[in-house]
């Protein structure tokens, strides 16, 4: 089905460093030496100079991987109380567990099939990403469902200073922590588009992206009809101070209408960079390594936020 060249050129941009290259080869049984070689010249230093500038293939997809463990470890403690499976976050880097979480009383029985849909479909991002990845994958990071959340909503001002705000307490806790990150993961898969240089990948990446999409549109509409619209505004208005100048985050109502997709003049998505993601997901404007919601970072090559204060 796939030549020997194209299994090669697929490895080269999935791995993350030579020795994935080498261990991604020897498992598609074209381990020999020549090709190694081959394959190893091209990736040490045959590369040309933008793909040296910018991350590999691998190196972005580990960055969705990260960003996907979160949203599925925060949908699995909803609907079923737990996490996922712990065998689906070994990896490369150091591997983290779950600070927070439990189950959501969902009264709405409508609510809980949205949650239990989204939470399958975050699970089978998970598996998709590592399966790609293969040895190139990354372990979960230590990522807080707790605190993470009292500090975000603190400072959206949804609450005061000394209280504490529970994503997992009730239904409209729940859809509001959803919207603090939904939106996030439309606009990083967006912006992770145009680095991705291996059409599967940015097809599969393409799937991904329209499923978040479909999420964000869920909690969004669900957010609008519970008459949530001046809290989700207050978050949005947060995310937009942290990653960057720009003000492009969009809440509920925009110049006085209702604004459920959220888009600019053409009707096209905004993107953000992998830094400015991680200036939300750090709940921090400048350029650090961890905070927020990945206490001790993410792993894989891009770890770091951009400096936006």
Do not use: C
């Amino acid at each position: 089905m796939f030549g020997k060249k194209m299994v090669v050129d697929l490895i080269d941009r999935s791995a993350e460093n030579d020795r994935d290259r080498r261990n991604f080869l020897k498992a598609a049984g074209i381990g020999g030496l020549a090709v190694a070689g081959t394959a190893a010249a091209v990736g040490a230093g045959a590369t040309s100079a933008s793909a040296a500038e910018a991350p590999s293939d691998g190196a972005v997809l580990n960055f969705a991987l990260n960003l996907e463990y979160l949203e599925a470890q925060y949908y699995s403690f909803a609907v079923n109380g737990r996490g996922i499976p712990t065998s689906l976050t070994d990896g490369s880097g150091k591997m983290g567990g779950v600070t927070g979480g439990h189950a959501v009383p969902f009264k709405s029985r409508v609510l809980k099939r949205y949650a239990q849909e989204i939470a399958g479909d975050e699970l089978a991002h998970v598996t998709f990403l590592r399966t790609a990845l293969g040895g190139a994958k990354v372990a979960q990071p230590q990522i807080d469902l707790r605190d993470s959340f009292t500090a975000a909503a603190q400072a959206a001002g949804l609450i005061g200073a000394g209280e504490k705000f529970d994503p997992f307490a009730d239904e409209n806790s729940f859809l509001l922590g959803a919207f603090i990150f939904e939106d996030v993961g439309v606009t990083a898969y967006k912006g992770a588009a145009p680095l991705i240089t291996n059409k599967t990948y940015l097809e599969a990446a393409a799937g991904i992206l329209s499923v978040e999409a479909y999420h964000a549109g869920i909690v969004r509409s669900a957010l609008f009809e519970r008459g949530l619209q001046p809290q989700a505004g207050k978050i949005s208005w947060a995310r937009d101070s942290l990653d960057g100048k720009t003000m492009l985050d969009q809440g509920l109502y925009l110049d006085g209408r209702a604004n459920l997709v959220p888009t600019d003049e053409n009707g096209i998505t905004f993107s953000r960079t992998p830094g400015q993601v991680l200036n939300i997901a750090y709940l921090n404007p400048a350029a650090v390594s961890k905070g927020g919601f990945f206490p001790t970072g993410v792993n894989g090559a891009v770890t770091m936020s951009d400096a936006n204060a």
